[in-house]
């Protein structure tokens, strides 16, 4: 990414600047997702299990993934995973925008000024993309852990006939009260590194710059909102009993479950992983964003102009 000419600058019409935004935000939750698909499958399995977790255990779960399912395998869920971050991401970075200029933190003096709020309008998008999209998350979290292949559409229909729509946002409460933290860290985290660049470098960063500023902010996004997320996947995968309750029925049952079988350590599962694929994601994500987003401004712009 390269400093960007003084068109960029100009305001697109409305009703222009969403379409750009969603499909900036569209094509980079897609990149982002599929590179570290076989880490988030891994991460996941490891995360529903009484299984400890370590590199090594989690180097030889691929492998054996590999041996008996076949290199395709590891990106199983990844189907689900692009029908849910397709919208989840064009919808998380377009509100993020939205809400930025709805709480005046639009600009970076106004951010700079006003931190929490700059802070809450992230936290807003998360929330807003993470409702909008919640049951194909949940589908694919069923995806990633079933031990045979099986569509998306065979995942809503089992989940529709045996537990009914409720199921469908089973675990939604704390993935909300999660993604409060990492989309709030992320997005603040992120766009105060690119401000401080900007200010020291007298130039907008390029895309290894805003790689590691990514990179940064979903490291300190995902740290915060952890153990919300070991909480979310055992209440998405959670087995139905005989009786008709689940094992993981509550977001307090499932705090008491995980603490009495894997003390304070199994909140923290696989979070080293996620030191690695997060931020990776998170990078890509971002920067994928702002590299579209500004050829496609640059785009709309010429086209406006001529």
Request: proline share 5%.
């Amino acid at each position: 990414m390269t400093a960007h000419s003084p068109a960029v600058s100009a305001e697109l019409p409305g009703s222009t600047s969403i379409v750009v935004s969603l499909a900036a935000g569209a094509a980079a939750g897609a990149v982002a997702k599929t590179v570290i698909a076989p880490l988030d499958r891994t991460k996941i399995i490891f995360q529903i299990s009484h299984t400890p977790y370590s590199w090594r255990a989690a180097f030889q779960w691929l492998l054996d993934a590999y041996r008996k399912e076949g290199f395709l395998s590891l990106w199983r869920g990844n189907s689900a995973t692009m029908a849910r971050i397709i919208p989840y991401a064009a919808v998380q970075f377009t509100a993020h925008e939205k809400w930025k200029k709805a709480l005046g933190v639009d600009t970076p003096q106004k951010a700079q000024q006003n931190k929490v709020v700059h802070l809450i309008a992230g936290a807003l998008a998360g929330v807003t993309s993470q409702s909008a999209t919640y049951p194909l998350d949940l589908a694919r979290a069923r995806m990633a852990v079933a031990g045979t292949r099986r569509s998306l559409r065979d995942i809503f229909h089992q989940l529709l006939a045996r537990e009914g729509a409720p199921a469908l946002y089973r675990g939604y409460w704390p993935t909300v009260l999660g993604v409060i933290p990492y989309a709030g860290v992320s997005f603040f985290t992120y766009d105060t590194l690119k401000r401080k660049y900007t200010e020291h470098y007298l130039a907008p960063p390029g895309g290894w710059v805003s790689l590691c500023c990514g990179g940064a902010a979903g490291a300190l996004g995902q740290t915060a909102s952890y153990p919300l997320d070991i909480v979310r996947r055992r209440m998405q995968t959670g087995k139905l009993k005989s009786d008709g309750t689940y094992v993981y029925a509550t977001i307090s049952d499932t705090l008491k479950i995980v603490y009495k079988n894997e003390g304070w350590r199994g909140f923290f599962k696989g979070l080293s992983m996620n030191w690695v694929k997060g931020p990776v994601a998170t990078g890509v994500s971002f920067a994928t964003y702002d590299a579209i987003k500004h050829a496609l401004r640059d785009l709309a712009l010429t086209v406006q102009a001529s």
